[in-house]
T-cell receptor, first 116, second 116 residues
């Protein structure tokens, strides 16, 4: 069964709305989670690394104030898209690994965000 | 920084036949992990197979096997006895072992079509 749960799976909202996406590790603790963005027919692009108890590490070109990441516990990371606009419409996916380097990353099922 | 290149945007294979998907990467590191992920239309990321760079033996998972050529920095995926359910986007990914980073660097993907 799924080891990483992502919610919601689909969001449609008006421009200017803030949207929160949750990523939970179901049966393990994840000190680090990752947030990716995927445009149609393109690859996954890493947005940021979410670190439990500390600030997230953002990739170059990703607006920290636009994409707020909170990793408040060892099993939950949230991505908030603030004041979303149509250009923020995309597929967002989180992932987490159990701990050591030899453990593969498990992905959530993704969130399709559509901003009208 | 590491880069991953998939030079085949699209591939097709007849059901029950064999197909090979190409992947090359660029790195200055000697130890790392390589992965193949499958993304069906549901957009869920599914781990197909992984290879540790320090292992010379090619990884195999049932009908899926890799040809890992470390010197050439090549990591191709062979799918034998292709099935309709194998149709998906396939991503090659690299993970460094340096520092604490465990994020994946993805290639651009290969869309595989399986013909009945």
């Amino acid at each position: 069964g799924a080891v990483v749960s992502q919610h919601p799976s689909r969001v449609i909202c008006k421009s200017g709305t803030s949207v929160k996406i949750e990523c939970r590790s179901l049966d393990f603790q994840a000190t680090t989670m990752f947030w990716y963005r995927q445009f149609p027919k393109q690859s996954l692009m890493l947005m940021a690394t979410s670190n439990e108890g500390s600030k997230a590490t953002y990739e170059q070109g990703v607006e920290k104030d636009k994409f707020l990441i909170n990793h408040a516990s060892l099993t939950l990371s949230t991505l908030t898209v603030t004041s979303a606009h149509p250009e923020d419409s995309s597929f967002y996916i989180c992932s987490a690994s159990r701990g050591t380097f030899n453990q593969p990353q498990h992905f959530g099922d993704g969130t399709r965000l559509s901003i009208l | 920084a590491q880069t991953v290149t998939q030079s085949q945007p699209e591939m097709s294979v007849q059901e029950a036949e064999t197909v090979t998907l190409s992947c090359t990467y660029d790195t200055s590191e000697s130890d790392y992990y390589l992965f193949w992920y499958k993304q069906p239309p549901s957009r869920q990321m599914i781990l197909v197979i992984r290879q540790e760079a320090y292992k010379q033996q090619n990884a195999t998972e049932n009908r899926f096997s890799v040809n890992f050529q470390k010197a050439a920095k090549s990591f191709s995926l062979k799918i034998s006895d292709s099935q309709l359910g194998d149709a998906a986007m396939y991503f090659c990914a690299y993970r460094s072992l340096s520092g604490s980073a465990r994020q994946l660097t993805f290639g651009s993907g290969t869309q595989l079509t399986v013909l009945p």
